[in-house]
């Protein structure tokens, strides 16, 4: 979906956005991770938006969580773009068209130019199907940081 402008979040929303990420992460096991992409990479033009979300997917080790349930948005500036990718052990479990939704949401924040609202709301939304299915019970909890990654 095309939708950004060059500087869509100030220092402030990525801290307040990671500190959202870790109050989320105390609900569940499962994992959540933003990350902001400036650009692609010279090696990386032929590859499509999914196949560079899930290289960040793979690259972060969202894909070793001890459940096989963390969720990435990664958003892609420079094309005005955005993937969210789940692990098969939350995307197993959800019904077809739940990370659609989520997409439409963030999409509609977005052309208003409202992307830490538009964010801060998929958060929560994939925080709560997150908690539903994996709830934190007792789990030792953070496998991955929370801070949102920007290149």
């Known amino acids: 979906m095309k939708i950004f402008s060059k500087k869509i979040l100030s ?13 989320i992460e105390k609900k569940t096991a499962g994992e959540l991770r933003i990350v902001l992409r400036h650009h692609r990479h010279l090696a990386e033009r032929k590859l499509s938006l999914h196949e560079l979300a899930l290289k960040e997917f793979t690259r972060m080790g969202m894909h070793r969580t001890k459940h096989r349930s963390g969720v990435l948005i990664f958003l892609l500036i420079s094309e005005r773009k955005f ?5 098969e052990g939350i995307h197993s479990r959800v019904e077809d068209g739940t990370w659609d939704g989520v997409a439409a949401a963030m999409s509609s924040h977005f052309k208003g130019n409202n992307f830490k609202t538009g964010l801060s709301e ?11 299915h994996f709830p934190a019970a007792g789990e030792s909890g953070n496998e991955l940081p929370n801070d949102v990654v920007e290149e």
Do not use: C
Not at 11 to 23: R, V
């Open 11 to 23: 220092k402030d929303d990525l801290h307040a956005l990671s500190t959202e990420i870790a109050e």
């Open 122 to 132: 998929a958060l929560q939304t994939v925080g709560n199907i997150l908690a539903l």
């Open 83 to 87: 993937q969210i990718i789940a692990d």
